[in-house]
T-cell receptor, first 112, second 110 residues
Framework: DADVTQTPRNRITKTGKRIMLECSQT?????MYWYRQDPGLGLRLIYY???????NKGEISDGYSVSRQAQAKFSLSLESAIPNQTALYFC???????????FGPGTRLTVL | RKEVEQDPGPFNVPEGATVAFNCTYS??????FFWYRQDCRKEPKLLMS???SGNEDGRFTAQLNRASQYISLLIRDSKLSDSATYLC???????????FGSGTKLNVKP
């Protein structure tokens, strides 16, 4: 079983729709992250969380919100999707001992 | 200046060649460094961690130069399966965030 899972894996939606991407982990790590990746660009941090009561904005949080429902679950919402949010979205988790990040398989989101 | 900078490549090398990538970082407080491998449209996967001067794992060697603030990744005896994008990751001293380089693309040719 995968340590970090993301659902859905692919999603096509229309402009203005609300979309939720979900991330779950079985590694027991406290730190969870949401990134987006655009073709030819690096990973950009959207939000991160160190525990269920801790939510922090990353470099591109506008248009996104998150919810840390439990230690193992971290959801990303697009309140009103727009075409330039079309991207590959990755969830990642990290422990506090070695600070290594482990990524989920990604969600490919297309906003028409 | 970007937190982490990498040569985007692509590096086109024949099988069996030795190839090296460099990554420069701006935060002198960083204490640990990571190389990730990313295949097309897949998630990044941890390749190597560097906590001191360097690390070696089979054909892969990572070296850290704190004075010049760069880390390098050396791949010996390149395989076709090494073709991928290699991402350099540098957490700042407080580990709140992880700064990713934009990646170096490697193409290993037969």
């Amino acid at each position: 079983d995968a340590d970090v899972t993301q659902t859905p894996r692919n999603r096509i939606t229309k402009t203005g729709k609300r979309i939720m991407l979900e991330c779950s982990q079985t590694k027991g790590h406290d730190r969870m992250y949401w990134y987006r990746q655009d073709p030819g660009l690096g990973l950009r941090l959207i939000y991160y969380s160190f525990d269920v009561k801790d939510i922090n904005k990353g470099e591109i949080s506008d248009g996104y919100s998150v919810s840390r429902q439990a230690q193992a679950k971290f959801s990303l919402s697009l309140e009103s999707a727009i075409p330039n949010q079309t991207a590959l979205y990755f969830c990642a988790v990290a422990g506090t001992d070695r600070n290594e990040q482990f990524f989920g398989p990604g969600t490919r989101l297309t906003v028409l | 200046r970007k937190e982490v900078e990498q040569d985007p490549g692509p590096f086109n090398v024949p099988e069996g060649a030795t190839v090296a990538f460099n990554c420069t970082y701006s935060n002198s407080a960083s204490q640990s460094f990571f190389w990730y491998r990313q295949d097309c449209r897949k998630e990044p996967k941890l390749l190597m961690s560097v906590y001191s001067s360097g690390n070696e794992d089979g054909r892969f060697t990572a070296q850290l130069n704190r004075a010049s603030q760069y880390i390098s990744l050396l791949i010996r005896d390149s395989k076709l399966s090494d073709s991928a994008t290699y991402l350099c990751v540098v957490p700042p001293g407080n580990f709140n965030k992880f700064y990713f380089g934009s990646g170096t693309k490697l193409n290993v040719k037969p």
